[in-house]
């Protein structure tokens, strides 16, 4: 009897001592896990405070076309005032924003983040305002949404741009930005997908993440944990006008080659040559016929083109370019924007049965016509007389229109809201060359010339559009 007791308290004893183990188990991996989960707060917490000094509130105040109603798409401009987002890139005080953040702006502010200071106890957690400093658009690019800025304040904390060919979907990604306003917000997320192409055909790409993006984080990094510009945050798609999960930011190595160019030159400089590359699908493909159901067609090779001596022809199926396989009419087109204008490729097509290995000469593509308006104020720019925002045709001017027949003259940035000449009216990118047979050569040489024509009088303009010249006859109104 007395053994089956101590029998019992040992086992009693062993079971004590097991659920005590556990317990102690339990409560040590407890420990554990609270303890990493500090450890990766405090590391949010590193990543955030190392970004926000490069992180920018932009204030912009202007004139941009107008994009909706009856008048959207005709070079007309309306007054706005825009808060938006940006990063510094170089500590001599280059920052990158988004395009719809300035276009059109007279005047450019930059709000930079309070300067960081250590802690202290008893300090206030409110934080006074940064530093408000202006600004100048150095060069933007249309396509990608893109604008470079610069401001004279030197030494400035700044980012460096990350590799976003390799981020990957489901990534841990942190976007900052001022939305609605609110300065140097922090929101994080992940990558929802890493080139997401919005349109069929569409030469820009993008990063989606869910993330919160609000307006005003346009412009704003969105950046990886090791705390580089993976991207920058461009727009959101929302039903209610909010975040919903659907932000949407530039991809860095775009963003790179936009910003390298317009840092050394001021100007996006992009290469074709004279073909329309579409991306084949397998409807495509049953309906011509063609030997396979993916790759490139030509849907359209330019008359005059490099394409067309070349010997290229609309419906031939691209290989390859210089010896890359082409899997989509961007690959296609984006391959081609980095080549050296002048240089020679060869695409390699099939046609019928036959493969065709042509060299082609890579020429410089035309751009936005709209992409001067920018840089006009109303006070300097207008002239009234004409309804036109013009700029004189200066050498940085004339390089961004690469097809002149002459090289002086007065180009069109956009046309005011009160702009009267019907079917004589002038586009953004024409350029004045002429007044009733008389040189223009400068704004000022025009504004007295037209001083001179009363109400009623025949104005006859010489205007270069698109490299052919042209009068444009009527009234003076």
């Known amino acids: 009897m007395k053994a089956k007791i101590v029998l019992a308290l040992v086992v009693v004893a062993w079971s004590i001592l097991g659920l005590a183990q556990e317990l102690a188990a339990q409560g040590s991996s407890r420990e554990r896990a609270l303890a990493a989960l500090g450890q990766l707060s405090e590391s949010f917490e590193a990543l955030s405070e190392r970004v926000k000094p490069a992180v920018v509130q932009i204030l912009a105040t202007g004139y941009q076309p107008l994009q909706q109603g009856a008048a959207a798409g005709t070079g007309l401009l309306a007054r706005r005032q825009v808060g938006g987002s940006g990063v ?3 500590p001599d005080g280059y920052i990158v924003t988004n395009l719809h953040v300035v276009e059109g702006a007279s005047r450019i502010r930059v709000r930079l983040a309070f300067p960081a200071e250590e802690t202290a106890p008893g300090r206030s957690i409110l934080k006074p305002q940064g530093k408000v400093v202006g600004a100048q658009v150095v060069g933007f690019d249309r396509e990608t949404d893109l604008a470079v800025l610069r401001t004279e304040e030197g030494g400035l904390p700044y980012l460096d741009l990350g590799d976003s060919d390799e981020v990957t979907t489901g990534q841990l990604v942190f976007a900052f930005g001022s939305p609605l306003g ?9 990558v929802s997908a890493v080139a997401r192409q919005l349109r069929p055909e569409d030469p820009m790409i993008y990063i989606q993440t869910d993330a919160p993006i609000n307006p005003g984080n346009s412009g704003g990094p969105l ?6 510009v993976i991207g920058i945050n461009t727009f959101i798609l929302s039903q209610s006008g909010g975040s919903e999960g659907l932000g949407f930011a530039a991809p860095s190595n775009i963003v790179r080659n936009v910003y390298q ?5 001021g100007y996006v400089r992009r290469g074709e040559i004279g073909v329309h590359a579409q991306t084949v699908t397998a409807t495509l493909a049953a309906g011509l016929g063609l030997a396979r159901d993916w790759g490139v067609v030509l849907g359209d090779v330019y008359p005059g083109s490099p394409a067309q001596r070349a010997g290229l022809k609309i419906g031939d199926i691209v290989l390859a370019l210089d010896g890359k ?17 002048g240089a020679t490729v060869t695409v390699e097509v099939l046609r019928g049965e036959e493969r065709l290995s042509l060299p082609v000469t890579v020429l410089e593509r035309p751009d936005d016509l709209n992409r001067f308006t920018p840089m006009v104020r109303p006070e300097e720019n207008l002239i009234p007389r004409l309804g036109i925002l013009a700029v004189d045709l200066t050498p940085r001017v004339a390089t961004m229109l690469p097809r002149l027949r002459t090289r002086s003259g007065v180009v069109v940035a956009a046309r005011s809201p009160d702009a009267v000449y019907g079917h004589a009216a002038l586009a953004p990118g024409d350029v004045i060359h002429a007044l009733n047979g008389g040189s223009i050569t400068s704004l000022a040489q025009l ?3 037209l001083e001179g024509i009363s109400v009623g009088e025949p104005v ?3 205007v270069e559009r698109q490299g052919k010249l042209q009068y444009l006859a009527f009234e003076m109104e």
């Open 88 to 90: 510094i890139l170089d």
């Open 182 to 190: 609110l300065e140097n917000s922090v929101t994080m997320g992940i």
């Open 223 to 228: 950046v990886d944990a090791g705390g580089n």
């Open 261 to 265: 160019q317009i840092k050394a030159s």
């Open 325 to 341: 396989i082409m899997e989509n009419g961007r690959q296609f087109d984006v391959n081609l924007y980095r080549r050296p204008l």
């Open 447 to 449: 504004r007295a010339a």
């Open 460 to 462: 006859v303009l010489q």
